[in-house]
């Protein structure tokens, strides 16, 4: 399996199956911006990402095979 872009360069498969938890797609989407050391926009995806960042993000893995990047 071809390695993903998001989710720790985790498979396409596991990161959409991944996404589609809501807890998981929470805290690996938060992880993966502390990785990336962009603070603000992990602090904002911990506030606002069990709604709408969760639902674009879940539509950006299906459809694209990453998640939203807020900046």
Known sequence: M???KDYFGMGRLISIILAIIPVTSWLLGAF?????????AAVLRLLLGWNLIYIIDLIM????GKIWRLF
Request: glycine share 6%; net charge positive; proline share 0%.
């Open 61 to 64: 893995m299906i459809f694209a």
């Open 32 to 40: 993966t911006r502390i990785k990336e050391k962009k603070i603000l």
């Open 2 to 4: 071809a390695k993903g």
